[in-house]
């Protein structure tokens, strides 16, 4: 039987390689890619059962957490992270045209702002166009001598490739994470939380980090996003390290947090790997 595993297509980005990376690592049984159209719709077929696993990225290195995902984690409290990879990510500058003619660069909102201060200097003139993947964008400027893509020079489908790497940051890279609704990792060295806080009072945060430090749990990342009920209140994602010493006091968590928070979802623990991609 074959495992569903849904990933931001079309077929070309650079979550279809993340998801195939994962899905070796993860050892899926004949693992079934589906492309889907939108970070929520990723997850949402995950959620609504269309699928057994899903791929999406979570935190890039220069733009910080992916809001879509991170936003879909909250909204869907059943879902648990297997694994993480981190996917250096190395973006081409794509046409039919040269660059000389370029007056309009598309790709996905995060590899445009990835690439912001290259295009300013570059093609300080070019109008910039979100879209919902870079190989969308890459399909999108077939044909033309006035637009250019954003994305991987693996998908740049027989067009010219005007300039490699463009990216602003040379260490450029993405975590994404698989999903599953089967929470069965009882080891790794990472874990991953969200919660809200019971009152939005002076210290209310600082009593959960002191709770996680008493733990003896180091929290290797802290992010916020509105709760979108009311301005002013934020829910929080966090990572912690773990180890062979520290995972018993990690199985505590929730109970601890329990009388300090509202709402907590505990995304479970998993292994991170780094791959490179030429």
Request: aromatic share 6%; hydrophobic share 40%.
């Amino acid at each position: 039987m074959s495992t569903r595993v849904a990933y931001l297509g079309p077929k070309g980005t650079y979550a279809e390689k993340a998801a195939k990376a994962l899905a070796e690592l993860e050892q899926l049984v004949a693992p079934e890619f589906l492309p889907c159209k939108g970070l929520r719709s990723v997850v949402d077929n995950l959620a609504n059962n269309l699928c057994e696993a899903a791929v999406v990225p979570i935190e890039n290195s220069v733009e910080g957490g992916v809001t879509s995902t991170l936003d879909s984690l909250w909204r869907h409290k059943n879902l648990y992270i297997h694994r993480a990879l981190v996917l250096p990510i190395k973006h081409s500058l794509i046409s039919s045209g040269s660059i000389s003619t370029v007056s309009e660069v598309l790709s996905h909102p995060q590899a445009l702002a990835q690439c912001s201060q290259w295009l300013n200097d570059n093609v300080p003139n070019a109008v910039h166009l979100p879209t919902n993947s870079t190989a969308e964008a890459i399909r999108m400027v077939k044909g033309s001598a006035f637009r250019a893509a954003i994305g991987s020079k693996d998908a740049s489908e027989e067009l010219n490739i005007l300039a490699y790497p463009i990216n602003d940051i040379e260490g450029n890279c993405t975590r994404f994470v698989i999903l599953s609704k089967r929470n069965i990792k009882e080891e790794g060295n990472k874990a991953s939380m969200a919660f809200s806080l019971k009152s939005n009072t002076p210290g209310a945060l600082l009593k959960v980090l002191t709770c996680i430090a008493n733990l003896g749990l180091n929290m290797s990342r802290i992010e916020s996003r509105p709760s979108k009920r009311e301005l002013g209140e934020y829910v929080f994602f966090i990572d912690l390290d773990l180890n062979n010493s520290n995972y018993k006091e990690f199985q505590k968590i929730t109970e601890e947090l329990s009388p300090l928070c509202n709402q907590i979802i505990n995304f479970g623990c998993y292994f991170g790997s780094e791959v490179e991609f030429e």
